[in-house]
C-alpha cells in the first residue's frame, strides 16, 4: 500500500526540499508547520495556549514524529492491510466526507428562530401541554343506595376521608366511567353520582382543579434546536447516501437472505 495513504493519518504530501513549513521527515514522509497547527487544534481549547511556547511545541513534534515513525513501521510489517484497520480507515473517511458535505447545514446554529417556533406552535397541544385537570378523592360502597345516600349528605363528608386520586385530566390512565366522572366536578357540584365499578359503587368529591399549563418556548428551544438538527441531518444523510448509490454500480452475485 503507497506511503501517501498512510500520510493522511498525520502529514501532508512531502513538501519540496528547502520549503519553510517542512519541520521533519521521517523516513519518506515530511512533517510541516500544517501538521503541527493541526495537532494543536485537536487539543482541548484550554490547553491550546500552552503551545505559544517553543519547549511545548517541540515535545508535540516529537510526538508526531514517534507516531509517524510507528505507523510507518506497521506500514511495513503489513498491519495496515489488516481488514479491521482497513474498515476504521474507511469509516473515518466517511464520517469526514459525511461532515465535508452536510455539517454546515444540519449545525444547531444553522437552525432558524422561525423553524423553532413553527415546531413548537405544532406541537405545543400535544408535547408543552398539560390539559386542565381535578384533584379528586374517591369513596368506596359496597350498594348503590348507600352511596347514594352519601352523596346526599356530602356536605358533612371530610375531605381527608377517602382516597386521594391525585389530579386527573384528559390522558390519566383510569377506568373511563371514573374519569368522565371526575372531569365532570365543578365548584357548584363538587360530589358525583354514585359510579358503578367492578368493586362496587364510588363517590368523587373535587378537592381542586388546574388550569391548563403550557411549557414557554424558551424552556424547550434547546430541546427544540436538538430535535431539528437530528431530522435534518437523518434527511440530508438519506439523500447524501442516494446520491453515492445512484453513482456507483452495485452488483450482487446472490440476492441477500438467498
Not at 199 to 221: K, S
Request: proline share 5%.
Amino acid at each position: 500500500m503507497a506511503l501517501s495513504w498512510l500520510g493522511a493519518f498525520a502529514c501532508e504530501t512531502p513538501p519540496t526540499h528547502g520549503d519553510a513549513a517542512a519541520l521533519v521527515r521521517v523516513g519518506n514522509v515530511w512533517i510541516t508547520e500544517a501538521d503541527l497547527d493541526r495537532a494543536i487544534a485537536r487539543e482541548p481549547e484550554a490547553a491550546r495556549e500552552r503551545y505559544r511556547q517553543k519547549a511545548a511545541r517541540k515535545q508535540l513534534l516529537e510526538g508526531l514524529v514517534k507516531f509517524e515513525v510507528m505507523a510507518q513501521a506497521a506500514q511495513a510489517a503489513g498491519a495496515m492491510n489488516d481488514p479491521e484497520v482497513l474498515r476504521a480507515w474507511k469509516h473515518q473517511g466517511i464520517q469526514k466526507y459525511i461532515q465535508d458535505r452536510i455539517g454546515n447545514q444540519t449545525s444547531a446554529e444553522s437552525i432558524a428562530a422561525a423553524d423553532v417556533l413553527a415546531y413548537y406552535e405544532s406541537h405545543k397541544e400535544e408535547t408543552y401541554s398539560q390539559p386542565p385537570a381535578v384533584h379528586v378523592r374517591q369513596f368506596l360502597f359496597d350498594d348503590e343506595k348507600t352511596a347514594a345516600a352519601f352523596t346526599t349528605a356530602s356536605k358533612t363528608a371530610k375531605k381527608q376521608d377517602g382516597t386521594d386520586l391525585g389530579y386527573v385530566d384528559k390522558n390519566t390512565a383510569m377506568p373511563g366511567v371514573l374519569k368522565s366522572a371526575a372531569l365532570a366536578l365543578t365548584e357548584s357540584t363538587p360530589i358525583s353520582a354514585p359510579v358503578h365499578i367492578e368493586t362496587g359503587w364510588a363517590v368523587l368529591m373535587l378537592v381542586d382543579r388546574r388550569a391548563p399549563v403550557v411549557v414557554p418556548i424558551g424552556d424547550v428551544e434547546t430541546r427544540i434546536r436538538q430535535e431539528l438538527q437530528r431530522q435534518r441531518r437523518e434527511q440530508a444523510l438519506d439523500a447524501l447516501i442516494k446520491a453515492a448509490q445512484r453513482q456507483t454500480k452495485v452488483t450482487w452475485a446472490e440476492a441477500p437472505g438467498a
